[in-house]
């Protein structure tokens, strides 16, 4: 068995990555929403955080009737309780990436939870 898995993401309205990647800590989706169009519904969560990140386009988010602007390489994170939604402008799509995992769940990152091999 490998420990690794790679695939490459077509210019899909939306793609969850759980399947593919056999993710067993997070939810990672790649999204793209046209110009104008925006998710239908606000929704929070019951235990997971999420952290989107602004690849390409403009747009505005909302997050508990705060409603801010969006560009390329913007990072958000937000609890779960909060109450949330997305919107591509009028004017171009927006292309970003959603990771949520479980709220307070990471123990050690980066150097703390490597094993130096060489």
């Known amino acids: 068995m490998s420990n690794f898995k790679k695939v490459h993401v077509e210019n899909e309205p939306r793609k969850e990555l759980h ?3 056999d993710l067993t800590g997070s939810e990672i989706s790649v999204n793209n929403l046209p110009a104008g169009a925006g998710i ?3 929704h929070a969560h019951k235990e997971n955080e999420e952290v989107y990140i602004i690849l390409n386009g403009k747009g505005t988010m909302t997050v508990d009737g705060e409603t801010f602007n969006l560009e390329p390489l913007d990072f958000i994170r937000i609890s779960p309780a909060g109450e949330r939604t997305i919107k591509a402008s009028d004017n171009e799509p ?3 990436v959603c990771i949520q995992t479980k709220e307070n769940s990471l123990g050690n990152y980066t150097a703390d939870d490597a094993i130096m091999i060489e």
């Open 19 to 21: 399947d593919v990647l």
């Open 40 to 42: 239908p519904f606000i």
């Open 94 to 96: 927006l292309e970003y």
